[in-house]
C-alpha cells in the first residue's frame, strides 16, 4: 500500500490566457493553489494580477485553458454563483453598498451574495439581529464599535477592513484578496497579515495579491510572480523576491517610468 498522499488542490488554473483585444493581460497561466496556504502573486502594475483574480473569479471570460474547483471544471458557472461554490473576494477598489451600514454590508457576505452585489436593491430589509458569522467576522477584524456606521463615514483603510469582513463571513473555502492592505498603515497591515495566517492555520485557502514585499514575505507561504500576464517565477517568498527575473522585471519598468 502506498504511504504517499497527493491532495487534491482547492484551484488549478491550466494554462489560461485573457486578451482584450490586442492586450494579453493574462497569457499562458498555469497554477494550482493548495489546501491550507496563503499563496501570493507580486508583479509590477499592469502585469495581469487583477485579471487573473477576475478570471478566476469568472468575472472575466478565459481566452483560453481550463479552471478546476477541487479538482472539477467550473468555467460554466456564472460570477453570481461562485460564493456557492465557497470562493470569496475583495477587490482591488472598495466596493461596499453605500446606503447599508457596515454590519449589512457584512450580512451580505454571510448571504453568500456577494457575488449579486450590484443586483441587490438599495432598501434592502435589515434583520433585526446579526447572524452569528457576522458577529464573527466583526470581532476578527477589528470593526466591533463600527457596525452602524455607512461606508461614507469610514476611512479608507476601515473601509477595506469591512471588505475583509464580508468576504469571510461567507466562511468559504478559498479566499481572494486583491490589495487589502492597500491605504492601511504598517500597524494595519500587519494585524491583516496575522489575520490571513491565523485564518490559513484553520485550514483556509487563499490567493493575495500585494505590492509591499515585506507583508508578502511576512504573510506568504508560496509565491507566484507576473510580468506582462506571464508567470516569470514561483517559490518560497524568501526565493522568488530574489530571483533575478523578478528584481529585473521591477527595475525594467521603474527604468520605463522614470524615463
Ligand atoms: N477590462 C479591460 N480592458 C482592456 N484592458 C484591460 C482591462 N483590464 C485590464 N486591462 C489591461 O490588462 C493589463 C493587466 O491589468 P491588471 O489590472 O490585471 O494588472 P495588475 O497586475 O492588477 O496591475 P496593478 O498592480 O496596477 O493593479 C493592463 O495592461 C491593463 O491595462
Ligand atoms: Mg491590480
Given at each position: 500500500m502506498s504511504t504517499t498522499t497527493v491532495s487534491t488542490p482547492v484551484l488549478e488554473a491550466?494554462?489560461?490566457?485573457?486578451?482584450?483585444?490586442?492586450?494579453?493581460?493574462?497569457?499562458?497561466?498555469?497554477?494550482?493553489?493548495?489546501?491550507?496556504?496563503?499563496?501570493?502573486?507580486?508583479?509590477?502594475?499592469?502585469?495581469?494580477?487583477?485579471?487573473?483574480?477576475?478570471?478566476?473569479?469568472?468575472?472575466?471570460?478565459l481566452t483560453h485553458g481550463e479552471l478546476l474547483f477541487a479538482g472539477e471544471p467550473y468555467q460554466g458557472?456564472?460570477?453570481?454563483?461562485?460564493?456557492?461554490?465557497?470562493?470569496?473576494?475583495?477587490?482591488?477598489?472598495v466596493r461596499l453598498l453605500p446606503d447599508l451600514?457596515?454590519?449589512?454590508?457584512?450580512?451580505?457576505?454571510?448571504?453568500?451574495?456577494?457575488?449579486e452585489v450590484e443586483q441587490l436593491p438599495w432598501h434592502r430589509r435589515?434583520?433585526?439581529?446579526?447572524s452569528p458569522a457576522v458577529a464573527e467576522a466583526i470581532r476578527r477584524t477589528g470593526l466591533d464599535g463600527w457596525e452602524d456606521y455607512f461606508p461614507s463615514e469610514l476611512s479608507y483603510g476601515t473601509q477595506r477592513r469591512v471588505e475583509i469582513a464580508r468576504a469571510i463571513a461567507m466562511d468559504p473555502r478559498l479566499l481572494l484578496l486583491d490589495e487589502p492592505t492597500a491605504g492601511m498603515n504598517q500597524s494595519e497591515r500587519a494585524e491583516i497579515s496575522r489575520l490571513l495566517r491565523d485564518l490559513r492555520d484553520e485550514g483556509l485557502c487563499q490567493l493575495l495579491v500585494e505590492h509591499d514585499?515585506?507583508?508578502?514575505?511576512?504573510?506568504?507561504?508560496?509565491?507566484?510572480?507576473m510580468n506582462f500576464g506571464k508567470?516569470?517565477?514561483?517559490?518560497?517568498?524568501?526565493?522568488?523576491?530574489q530571483d533575478p527575473l523578478v528584481q529585473e522585471a521591477y527595475l525594467g519598468r521603474k527604468g520605463r517610468h522614470n524615463a
Amino acid at each position: 500500500m502506498s504511504t504517499t498522499t497527493v491532495s487534491t488542490p482547492v484551484l488549478e488554473a491550466r494554462d489560461v490566457s485573457v486578451h482584450f483585444g490586442g492586450i494579453k493581460a493574462v497569457e499562458g497561466v498555469t497554477l494550482r493553489l493548495e489546501p491550507g496556504l496563503i499563496h501570493g502573486i507580486i508583479g509590477p502594475n499592469g502585469s495581469g494580477k487583477s485579471t487573473l483574480i477576475g478570471a478566476i473569479t469568472r468575472l472575466t471570460p478565459l481566452t483560453h485553458g481550463e479552471l478546476l474547483f477541487a479538482g472539477e471544471p467550473y468555467q460554466g458557472t456564472r460570477a453570481s454563483a461562485m460564493a456557492g461554490l465557497g470562493v470569496a473576494r475583495t477587490f482591488q477598489t472598495v466596493r461596499l453598498l453605500p446606503d447599508l451600514n457596515v454590519r449589512d454590508n457584512i450580512q451580505l457576505g454571510a448571504d453568500a451574495r456577494l457575488g449579486e452585489v450590484e443586483q441587490l436593491p438599495w432598501h434592502r430589509r435589515l434583520r433585526p439581529t446579526e447572524s452569528p458569522a457576522v458577529a464573527e467576522a466583526i470581532r476578527r477584524t477589528g470593526l466591533d464599535g463600527w457596525e452602524d456606521y455607512f461606508p461614507s463615514e469610514l476611512s479608507y483603510g476601515t473601509q477595506r477592513r469591512v471588505e475583509i469582513a464580508r468576504a469571510i463571513a461567507m466562511d468559504p473555502r478559498l479566499l481572494l484578496l486583491d490589495e487589502p492592505t492597500a491605504g492601511m498603515n504598517q500597524s494595519e497591515r500587519a494585524e491583516i497579515s496575522r489575520l490571513l495566517r491565523d485564518l490559513r492555520d484553520e485550514g483556509l485557502c487563499q490567493l493575495l495579491v500585494e505590492h509591499d514585499v515585506q507583508m508578502m514575505l511576512d504573510t506568504c507561504d508560496y509565491v507566484f510572480a507576473m510580468n506582462f500576464g506571464k508567470l516569470i517565477a514561483e517559490g518560497t517568498p524568501a526565493a522568488v523576491v530574489q530571483d533575478p527575473l523578478v528584481q529585473e522585471a521591477y527595475l525594467g519598468r521603474k527604468g520605463r517610468h522614470n524615463a
